[in-house]
Structures are given as structure tokens and as C-alpha cells.
């Protein structure tokens, strides 16, 4: 279990990608439109967030770095300049489609947790920055996303502010209590070691909650999806526009600021990179299947734009920004 576990992490933007066709397909030989996917997408969200938020060690934060200037350029461009962004592309790209244009939306507003983190090592970039920036906007995502949903979608669609808090606060909170609970409780009764090793296996329980979530999700939507195929090229149009105009300013954003590559590259990747998870199960748990059926195209699309920033302008940005000694 614990080598498939790791596989389907490793390989993620296959398995959703395969996901992603499998559900297609079983919408619509089954019609399954009118299926209420409530109890499986809550049952999804769990299984996505627990195992994430037990694996991030939220102590850590204290002995992490206290580069200020790179928290605050950083979580401002996770927040605010990536729903200036969203909103432009809202407003242009999708505008024919307000369901659509919520899920980009909800991208810029939701920034990247604790996959900050992960990215950060394969890129070589600061891990100790990216964990105090992980943590800092995952504990704002439940009060700043809300006020940026509600300025931003105002006339997308309509939802009421203090209800999406107290979601985000729930989806967030209990799991975030129920790891810090379940991580003290391994180390205590057993050791860091054995803790360390049993949290390879988080990320790949995660996926399987995000395959969950994008099958039923997609299934629900797949007819209307087939028959309208101008729905996926609006979103990867949407989603990738996003993503280039989010590195271009990120890393202009970094080379004013003075920003060797380890701390520009933490700054790139929290402009780009948005939660899968959180975005995923907010919109299953309160918007229409056509805003989570545009999401589901980001886990996709995200990774492979990632691997293609890290192992593709990598050496560029390497040159650009320069490498601390």
C-alpha cells in the first residue's frame, strides 16, 4: 500500500489526468447530473486536508527564518496580485461564463499551503521561508479569501461571506487540530523517526481524496462538458494565462527587490501556485459543478507548469536572479 501511496503522488497529474477522462466517460454513458455529490465531496475534503495538515509541522514555524520582506512580498502576491490578475482574466477571457470565471477567481484568491513547502525543495529554494509562508496563508486563507471572493466575484455569483468563512474555517481548522493532535500522539507513543516515515505516505492519501473529488465532480458535469468542448478551451486559456502573467510579474517582482534565486524562486512560487485541496473542497462543498469542474483542470495544468518553471527556466532563473553562496 505504502509503494501506491507513493506512486499516485509522485505521479499525480497522470492519475487526475486519467481521472479526469475516466469521469468523463462516465458521465455520459450514466447520467448522473442530478446525483447530489454533498456527502462524498465532505467525505473527499477530509480525506484531502487531515493527511496534508498532519504531515505540516506547524511547530516548526518558530525556529523557521524571519526573512520579513520576502513573507509579506510573497503572501502579497499569493493574495492580492494574483485575484488582480484572476479578476482581469475573469472579466476578459471568461466573461461569457460566470461559473467558469468564479473558479479562476477562487485560484487567485486561495494561495498554495503546505505544497509551497514541497515545491520549494525540488526548486533548491529556501525551505525554512517557504514553511513560515505556507503556515502564514493557510491560517489567513479563512478571513482574507472571503473578502476577496466577495469583491472580485460581485456579480459572478451570489454567496453569502460569513458562511464560506465558517467553511473555510471548518475545513481548515478541525483537520489542522485533528493533525496536531494525531502528529503529538505518534511522536509521543512511538518517535520522530517513525513519524518522519509514516508521513511519505500523507501526500498520497491526500490524492486520493483530490481523485475522489474531481471524478464526482466531473462525472456530474461531463454531458454538458462533451457537448460544449469551447468549455475547455475557455478554461486552459484562462488557467495558463493566469500562470504567465503571474511568473512574469513575479519574477520582475524579484529581481527589484534585490531577491537572490532562493528567496525569488519562494516568491515565483507562491504568485503561482494555488491550493488544490482547499479550492477543490469549497467550491464541491458550496458553488456549482461547472465552477469545481473548472478547478479540477488546475491540478492538471499546475503541475505540469511547475515542473516546466523549476526544471525549464530553472537554470535561467538560476543566471538571473543569481545562487546565494
Not at 505540516?56 to 494574483?82: C, D, H, P, Q
Not at 468564479?102 to 509551497?116: H, R, T
Not at 460544449?228 to 519574477?251: D, N, R
Request: proline share 3%; aromatic share 10%.
Amino acid at each position: 500500500m505504502k509503494k501506491v501511496l507513493m506512486h499516485i503522488k509522485h505521479r499525480l497529474y497522470l492519475y487526475v489526468t486519467l481521472d479526469f477522462i475516466i469521469a468523463l466517460i462516465v458521465g455520459n454513458v450514466w447520467d448522473i447530473s442530478k446525483v447530489n455529490i454533498k456527502p462524498v465531496s465532505i467525505f473527499a475534503v477530509f480525506l484531502m486536508l487531515y493527511p496534508m495538515l498532519t504531515g505540516l509541522m506547524i511547530e516548526r514555524v518558530k525556529k523557521a527564518g524571519r526573512n520579513y520582506k520576502l513573507i509579506i512580498s510573497s503572501l502579497t502576491f499569493a493574495f492580492i496580485i494574483a485575484s488582480v490578475t484572476a479578476y482581469i482574466i475573469s472579466r476578459t477571457i471568461l466573461v461569457s461564463q460566470p461559473e467558469l470565471a468564479f473558479a479562476i477567481l477562487m485560484v487567485g484568491a486561495i494561495p498554495c499551503s503546505n505544497m509551497l513547502i514541497g515545491w520549494s525543495g525540488i526548486a533548491d529554494a529556501s525551505v525554512e521561508d517557504a514553511l513560515v509562508i505556507a503556515v502564514s496563508g493557510l491560517l489567513l486563507i479563512p478571513f482574507v479569501s472571503p473578502i476577496i471572493l466577495k469583491l472580485t466575484g460581485a456579480g459572478l455569483v451570489h454567496f453569502q461571506a460569513g458562511k464560506l468563512i465558517i467553511n473555510l474555517l471548518l475545513l481548515i481548522l478541525i483537520p489542522l487540530i485533528l493533525g496536531l493532535w494525531t502528529r503529538r500522539t505518534i511522536i509521543r507513543r512511538r518517535s520522530m523517526e517513525y513519524f518522519m516515515e509514516v508521513k511519505k505516505v500523507f501526500p498520497g492519501i491526500s490524492s486520493l481524496g483530490i481523485l475522489l473529488i474531481v471524478f464526482v465532480s466531473v462525472a456530474k458535469v461531463a454531458s454538458l462538458a462533451v457537448n460544449k468542448p469551447i468549455i475547455f478551451l475557455l478554461v486552459l486559456g484562462g488557467l495558463i494565462t493566469y500562470y504567465i502573467i503571474q511568473t512574469l510579474l513575479a519574477v520582475l517582482a524579484a529581481k527589484l527587490l534585490g531577491f537572490r534565486y532562493q528567496q525569488g524562486m519562494i516568491l515565483i512560487l507562491s504568485a503561482v501556485a494555488s491550493s488544490q485541496a482547499i479550492s477543490l473542497s469549497i467550491a464541491a462543498t458550496m458553488f456549482s459543478s461547472m465552477t469545481v469542474f473548472a478547478l479540477s483542470f488546475k491540478p492538471i495544468i499546475q503541475v505540469f507548469y511547475i515542473m516546466l518553471l523549476i526544471y525549464g527556466m530553472g537554470p535561467w532563473l538560476k543566471r538571473f536572479l543569481s545562487i546565494d553562496d
